[in-house]
């Protein structure tokens, strides 16, 4: 197994992924990374989009 991780300001982001896989995993590992980023930026709009509203 391997394990990486990034550390932001508001906590660590930590990916565990198998040291090994075949092409057609990899193809599904990326094609889920992809979602994962895509989820992550509604948040990160939501968040601000927030913070805008607390601020007016």
Do not use: I
């Not at 394990?3 to 090994?20: H, I, R, T």
Request: negative net charge; aromatic residues 10%; proline residues 4%.
């Amino acid at each position: 197994m391997a394990q990486d991780s990034f550390s932001l300001k508001e906590g660590y982001v930590v990916l565990n992924y198998p040291a090994e896989m075949s092409p057609e995993s990899y193809g599904d590992f990326e094609e889920w990374v992809h979602l994962v980023l895509r989820v992550a930026k509604r948040r990160s709009e939501h968040t601000k989009a927030s913070t805008k509203a607390d601020d007016a």
